[in-house]
């Protein structure tokens, strides 16, 4: 059983850093793919994630709001997935979380497919 744990949220001035992680058990990531969800305070979790990657290949996708601005990358020997952050709005608060995806597309990831394992969730708070 694949478990997925979230760390590095936590509140940031507008225009600031955060890298976010998401570290995997239980099995390797390795012929899976991970996207980055997130829900905004008092809406309900986007349905598509900004991000995803394809842990065998690293090929990416990004939404267009953070391309540019949030990076996805993996570590292979360290069965981990990062979100690099960079020049965060108020906007992107939102308590993050990453799924995986055991039949991802080929090579490729799609951040709108059906997420089997989620994490529990690491709160970003972007103060203006």
């Known amino acids: 059983q694949l478990q997925l744990v979230e760390s590095g949220g936590g509140l940031v001035q507008s225009g600031g850093s955060l890298r976010l992680s998401c570290a995997a058990s239980?099995?390797?990531?390795?012929?899976?793919?991970v996207a980055w969800f997130r829900q905004a305070p008092g809406k309900v979790r986007e349905g598509v994630g900004l991000?995803?990657?394809?842990?065998?290949?690293?090929?990416?996708n990004y939404e267009d709001s953070v391309k540019g601005r949030f990076t996805i990358s993996r570590d292979n020997a360290k069965n981990t997935v990062y979100l690099q952050m960079d020049s965060l709005k108020p906007e992107d608060t939102a308590l993050y979380y990453c799924?995986?995806?055991?039949?991802?597309?080929?090579?490729?990831?799609?951040?709108?497919?059906?997420?089997?394992?989620w994490g529990q969730g690491t709160q970003v708070t972007v103060s203006s």
């Open positions: 991000s995803c990657i394809n842990f065998r290949s690293g090929n990416t």
């Open positions: 239980g099995a390797a990531l390795d012929g899976y793919a």
């Open positions: 799924a995986s995806d055991s039949l991802p597309p080929g090579d490729g990831c799609a951040r709108g497919a059906l997420y089997d394992d």
